[in-house]
């Protein structure tokens, strides 16, 4: 699990099957609960920005609904 930069308690988790790489992003929730969010196939280096924003307004919406 690592930490995704300039974000506040957003995190990606890294799935290798065979030859290819998927990222899972994810977040706590009360430090005792953790949230799997959306997921994609990885094929840069770089985590792609669209990405990284789909999650932050799916856990924006999850802080929302409770």
């Not at 290798?16 to 959306?38: H, T």
Request: include cysteine; proline fraction near 2%; hydrophobic fraction near 35%.
């Amino acid at each position: 699990m690592k930490h995704i930069e300039n974000t506040e308690g957003l995190y990606e988790i890294r799935v290798q099957q065979a030859s290819n790489i998927y990222r899972i992003f994810c977040f706590f929730d009360q430090g005792n609960w953790v949230v799997i969010m959306n997921g994609f196939q990885k094929k840069t280096q770089k985590t792609p920005k669209k990405e990284i924003e789909i999650a932050l307004k799916i856990k924006e919406e999850y802080n929302n609904e409770k």
